[in-house]
């Protein structure tokens, strides 16, 4: 058993896809919150958020995935992430729960090649496979 497969991890959604991310590297998830715009910043920075006297940039995972953006619903959340001594906000369209995996495998090399670096590896439990983010290669590493 290897240590990936003794860990816990957040299930979330985005769009029809279904991923997970470390539960370890979550700092925190919130409901929507009113996000600030950032005048000339890039598609996927959707803003900032005050959060209890930090200010968090907030991008949306469905843009950063290649995604269009979708109306925010009462399911759509924020997660938190620490990256490179910062926080970081992922807007979600919806968080499932706390899981492990049974098994997991290598990302498979198929033919989207833009989305084969975002993955850590895929999760199985019983017959649902669940892509695992590599938060560094979508943040920017």
Known sequence: M???QKEQYIELVVGAETC???I??????????????????RNEVKGVVNLRGKVVC???LRNLLGMADEPYTRSTRIIVVRHR???VGLIVD???????????HPPAGGHNRSREGVFHGIGQRDDQ???????EEILGG
């Open 2 to 4: 290897s240590s990936l």
């Open 20 to 22: 997970a991310i470390r």
């Open 24 to 41: 370890e590297e979550i700092h925190e998830i919130i409901k929507m919150l009113s996000i600030t715009d950032i005048p000339f910043s």
């Open 58 to 60: 907030v991008m949306s």
């Open 85 to 87: 001594e910062e926080f």
């Open 94 to 104: 919806k968080v499932n729960k706390v899981t492990t995996y049974a098994e997991i």
């Open 129 to 135: 496979l669940v892509g695992i983010l590599k938060l």
